[in-house]
């Protein structure tokens, strides 16, 4: 367990990180023209749009753009590409290979969340995505363009704690392990909408907003796998990949096909607001960029497509369905983050945020025992890159010359280092936050604070 969070520690701050894309919806009567969203698009350095058809306007908009792009065949049409391969490479023909690889279409998602939809469209799906398969194959395509199916977590039969992730049982053998099988045969991956929102919204009296919004928290140990979790979004992505798992797919890979956070909503829809759409997507933003998978999978760097571009006035349902917009139709932001890990460098925005509060500190639990710690304190002082010289012998800080000391030293460095990055002080449960500058810690509740004050209070 510790080695696992130890990767995922050393990937989430070193290694090239996950890539960000956008949703494209259009249910609304006042946005700009396709050609102005794509110059949108390429200002704001988004590299991956995931629109809802394959409509001619925008696929000729995004020819020579240098921009990827996921289409759709929609519910509607599952039947006909199911019961017809001469539909479904007659709707390949005209809607992939009219525009590719001018527009460099990377993806088709065959339906969207098909097992909530109403119409029972569920008995479609895997011919479709078969069909529209071989109709790339006739084409030549299907090396350069995937096939998949975006699911919703509503797919899931169990999703809390993420260790006992489960498909729905009805689901799994007529879908899922076909399903499953068929991404694996054509190198395709599975497509996710996560949505933590959903979850706050309907337990916000036990779901910590912090924990929801990837701020400075605790974290959450699973009880299945020993991991904490310090994200709701990490958390939900594992439930999906221990359903894989489970089912002896572990080979697959995973793109959030959507996520988001709604800057508005009605008064019953708790946790909608402007701040919190902010920090949802800018430090979803920062968290993927920065590199790392998740605490099951660290090597896992994801692809994830914000959603919305806009601000959808004509969509159903509650106000927050109409709020997920990055930007108003009149291409201003809805509020200012950053896509891009140059973006990243140069943002001071209140909307990324790393910590929730600058003046926080990191270190060792007592409880994790020296052998965790003297792992932990290798770490930081090696490849995590601590500053680590104050605790060499002879040093101002060498004494008191204890694992636990020299581990709080090095843990504070290393989380300080690193600007308080979510997660960056846990080294496998070996270390936690406090508020409180150490020296203001009664020597009853830890006993090496006054060791902390002199040594690590500047850290």
């Given at each position: 367990?510790?080695?696992l969070t130890l990767i995922y520690?050393?990937?989430f701050f070193v290694a090239d990180g996950g890539s960000i894309g956008v949703n494209y919806g259009?249910?609304?009567d006042n946005l700009p023209s396709a050609v102005k969203v794509v110059q949108l698009l390429k200002s704001q350095g988004l590299s991956r749009?995931?629109?809802?058809?394959?409509d001619p306007s925008v696929l000729r908009s995004l020819a020579g753009s240098g921009i990827k792009v996921t289409v759709d065949?929609?519910?509607e049409m599952l039947s006909s590409a199911a019961k017809k391969p001469s539909f479904a490479a007659a709707w390949v023909q005209r809607n992939v290979a009219a525009y590719h690889p001018a527009t460099e279409i990377e993806a088709i998602a065959v339906g969207n969340e098909v097992f909530v939809d109403t119409h029972n469209t569920t008995k479609f799906l895997i011919q479709a995505m078969r069909n529209i398969h071989q109709a790339l194959v006739k084409s030549n395509l299907h090396s350069a363009i995937k096939v998949s199916s975006p699911i919703a977590l509503s797919a899931l039969q169990n999703s809390y704690p993420s260790s006992a992730g489960s498909?729905?049982?009805?689901?799994?053998e007529p879908v899922f392990r076909p399903m499953l099988e068929f991404l694996r045969e054509t190198g395709s991956y599975l497509m996710v909408n996560a949505y933590p929102f959903f979850a706050y919204?309907?337990?916000?009296d036990v779901i910590s907003l912090d924990y929801a919004l990837f701020r400075e928290n605790p974290g959450n140990v699973d009880a299945g796998n020993g991991l904490r979790y310090f994200s709701l979004f990490d958390a939900q992505i594992d439930a999906v990949f221990a359903a894989m798992s489970a089912l002896k797919f572990d080979d697959i890979e995973m793109v959030v096909s959507e996520t988001g956070w709604p800057s508005k909503g009605d008064g019953t829809e708790i946790g909608a607001s402007v701040a919190n759409a902010a920090a949802y997507n800018g430090n979803l933003v920062r968290r993927i960029l920065t590199g790392g998978g998740t605490p099951l999978r660290p090597k896992a760097d994801l692809t994830v497509y914000l959603f919305a571009l806009f601000n959808e006035d004509d969509k159903n349902g509650p106000t927050s369905e109409r709020n997920y917009g990055l930007f108003y139709p009149n291409e201003e932001k809805v509020y200012d983050i950053p896509f891009t890990s140059e973006g990243l460098k140069k943002f001071t925005g209140g909307g990324v945020s790393r910590s929730t509060t600058r003046n926080t500190w990191c270190v060792a639990s007592g409880e994790a025992g020296e052998e965790k710690l003297q792992?932990?304190?290798?770490f930081a002082c090696g490849e995590g890159g601590a500053d680590c010289r104050q605790i060499q012998p002879g040093a101002a800080c060498f004494k008191p010359n204890t694992v636990e000391a020299h581990a709080s030293f090095a843990f504070n460095s290393y989380y300080q280092r690193n600007e308080r990055a979510g997660g960056s002080c846990y080294f496998g449960g070996a270390a936690y936050v406090v508020a409180q500058p150490p020296s203001a810690y009664s020597r009853l509740i830890h006993p090496l604070s006054r060791y902390l004050f002199v040594c690590c209070g500047k850290c």
């Open positions: 367990i510790f080695f520690n050393v990937y259009r249910i609304a749009v995931k629109v809802f058809d394959a065949l929609p519910n498909f729905r049982q009805e689901l799994v919204e309907a337990n916000s792992a932990a304190l290798d």
